[in-house]
């Protein structure tokens, strides 16, 4: 076996960057799967495929024995179970990527063991549904059930670097394209109320790097976060005066009631069994294998990144109904001309015919 192989899987959101890049810089060969990109830069080797299928993803696996495989993908909880023990049988440590919306509310800093949302929840209907803090807890499970114990659980909170930049449950699609163009952000206002945690994709990477190969980190879950909790009132204050200084004006802001926010951002278990949470975690556990207190600071960080985005701004997809229902709200209009294509521009005009009366 090559110990110093890795194969990281959908590895090119805001940690998998970072930790691909990092990878590399200390010499391990890394093979990245992606929906994209099919080339070789240096010790890293980009495959174009989808690794949800089976006829793309078992030769890999059978190619080498990994030394280990990081885990990026979402998948339904069967899709799982039906994978994992090729994943285990594939490598010296698999680092299943789980998330720390899996625990339920605790009005202490949350440790590993602290209650899970899938054990302590009382909401049947909630628990009756595939909402993904439950489907991360159920693939754990499929882990902690598993004769084999060379797997380590990781449970990221939110993450975010120049190209990701959360506001609550919003992404900057949804509130940084309306800011730089001169219209309200739209927020709900218990959340701006609640506490959180937010770490940089690149201390993550860090994080995960600093248990490959560790005896002592198999058969574990971890969580990697900042040390530094933050108001979302504080974040969101960030943020707006990074972008009075570069627009010249203070961003305007509209507060919303929970029932007004999800007519418009329906993610309503998200709200309620997380966000509305205050997220503090306790970080002795991975504090053996690193010193999170050297994390970088959030909110200078935060503010450095949307600098760094401002300098040469790419959204991703923006929802022109999305746009449209927080016009409505707001009383104001989005110009046809931000709207990159017919079908938006069209979606976006009848959006605000047909659903007027529902705001």
Not at 142 to 162: E, G, K
Not at 328 to 333: I, K, M, Q, S, W
């Amino acid at each position: 076996m090559n110990s110093r192989k890795i194969l990281v899987l959908g590895g090119t959101g805001a940690m998998g960057t970072y930790l691909v890049a990092l990878l590399s810089q200390q010499g391990y060969e890394v093979m990245v799967s992606s929906r994209s990109r099919n080339d070789t830069i240096g010790q890293v080797r980009y495959l174009r495929g989808d690794a949800h299928d089976p006829r793309f993803l078992n030769p890999i696996l059978a190619s080498e024995k990994w030394s280990a495989i990081i885990d990026f993908m979402v998948y339904s909880t069967a899709a799982f179970q039906a994978r994992a023990q090729s994943l285990l049988d594939a490598t010296a440590q698999y680092i299943f990527l789980s998330s720390s919306r899996v625990y339920a509310q605790s009005s202490t800093p949350l440790t590993e063991d602290s209650p899970r949302l899938l054990d302590a929840s009382t909401d049947q209907t909630y628990l009756a549904t595939d909402e993904y803090a439950l489907t991360k807890a159920r693939q754990e499970n499929v882990l902690f059930a598993s004769d084999r114990v060379n797997w380590t659980i990781i449970r990221p909170y939110i993450t975010f670097s120049h190209e990701r930049l959360q506001l609550g449950v919003l992404e900057k699609e949804d509130w940084l394209f309306r800011a730089m163009n001169g219209r309200c952000i739209f927020l709900l206002k218990d959340i701006n109320d609640c506490h959180t945690t937010l770490t940089h994709g690149e201390d993550v990477a860090k994080g995960i790097i600093a248990i490959i190969g560790e005896a002592k980190a198999l058969g574990e879950a971890f969580h990697i976060t900042s040390p530094t909790a933050l108001g979302w009132s504080e974040v969101l204050d960030a943020y707006c005066r990074t972008l009075a200084t570069h627009n010249n004006s203070v961003p305007r802001v509209r507060f919303a009631d929970l029932v007004t926010f999800m007519r418009v951002h329906p993610s309503k278990y998200q709200i309620i069994y997380d966000r509305l949470y205050d997220r503090v975690f306790d970080n002795t556990k991975i504090s053996r294998f690193i010193d999170t207190r050297q994390f970088k600071d959030p909110l200078q960080s935060l503010q450095s990144c949307l600098n760094t985005f401002l300098a040469k701004p790419r959204f991703l997809y923006v929802s022109a109904k999305h746009e449209a229902l927080k016009d409505l709200a707001t009383e104001e209009r989005t110009p046809l001309g931000q709207l990159p294509s017919v079908k938006q521009k069209i979606r976006y005009i009848a959006t605000r015919l047909l659903d007027g009366s529902s705001i």
